[in-house]
């Protein structure tokens, strides 16, 4: 594993676990959301996207963990991928997770990432056409039809791909990763 990309529906918790995965293996962690959304919630132009993705996957010579789905940077990213993680997550749990985030980052006002000023707003979490709930809800089923077909395709036999189902097996597995370094 020197290449990976952590998958997932929104609010399964890809960013935390893409972060410790990156610090266990020491490996740098890529955070697409951040190359992806301006400020004000613009989005990052493909023939500008996919050159700061590479340029941040090149620079990370021993290897890099990215976080995110990103269907559109597919070709680009498994060019090098070795391993895929998809956190797997029941839709109830996703759910849950999608609005306790979407009200914590409404009421703190967190700037979201780095490189960019975005803010999430009660307005935009619930209200919108937008809103991060709505993605979860209608990409959940989306998501996992998706990756399920991945893993079946002879085309992807070459990536090893790691199903984790629970938070429970997620942290098992960080700890295991600890245990055999």
């Not at 340029?55 to 070709?75: E, F, H, P």
């Not at 009421?107 to 619930?126: D, G």
């Amino acid at each position: 594993m020197k290449f990976i990309n952590v998958v997932g529906t929104s609010a399964s918790g890809k960013t935390t676990f893409a972060h410790q995965l990156a610090q266990k293996l020491e490996l740098t962690h890529i955070e697409m959301d951040d190359l992806f959304w301006l400020d004000d919630w613009q989005e990052t132009p493909d023939d500008e996207f996919f050159p700061k993705l590479k340029s941040q996957m090149d620079q990370a010579m021993k290897g890099w963990v990215l976080d995110g789905n990103y269907s559109r940077t597919q070709d680009l990213k498994l060019r090098y991928i070795d391993t895929i993680i998809w956190l797997d997550y029941s839709f109830s749990l996703n759910l849950y997770r999608s609005v306790k985030r979407a009200i914590t980052r409404a009421v703190t006002q967190k700037r979201l990432w780095p490189n960019s000023n975005n803010r999430e707003s009660f307005k935009v979490s619930f209200l919108s056409k937008d809103s991060i709930i709505l993605w979860m809800i209608s990409h959940h089923a989306k998501n996992r039809k998706q990756y399920v077909a991945m893993m079946q395709n002879p085309e992807y036999q070459h990536i090893q791909f790691i199903r984790l189902t629970s938070p429970k097996q997620t942290a098992e597995f960080l700890k295991q990763l600890k245990a055999e370094q």
